[in-house]
């Protein structure tokens, strides 16, 4: 009976390090995505604006932003996040920019009489 105790209380302990580490690595990608969103909308002021605007929203975030890289009006934003409890970091990259509009596909069909 002991031992299935213990069993339990290590899968206990496992698994929540397991929830931890998911909840912090989706915590990176919502950093991640929303600094990039910011800063794609800032990026025709420049990549310092740009970079200042997405780590701004990093930060709000409760993250740090390890990377901001301006590629004309897309921007790409590494975002990293603490994990409480385990000592690591989640790490999280986006890319956000405008659409750019393509050419309308035109089908075309054969008529055979």
Do not use: W
């Not at 929540?16 to 002021?45: M, P, Q």
């Not at 740090?64 to 970091?89: M, Q």
């Amino acid at each position: 009976m002991l031992a299935f105790g213990l069993f339990l209380t290590v899968a206990g302990v496992a698994a929540a390090g397991v929830g931890t580490a998911r909840v912090g690595r989706h915590e990176a990608r919502t950093a991640a995505d929303l600094g990039a969103l910011a800063g794609a909308a800032k990026a025709i002021y420049g990549p310092e604006v740009a970079c200042a605007r997405a780590g701004q929203l990093v930060a709000a975030n409760h993250g740090r932003l390890a990377s901001c890289v301006v590629e004309g009006l897309d921007v790409v934003v590494r975002a990293e996040v603490a994990v409480p409890g385990l000592g690591r970091r989640a790490v999280a990259t986006a890319r956000a920019g405008p659409v750019y509009a393509m050419a309308p596909v035109v089908e075309q069909r054969s008529i055979t009489s």
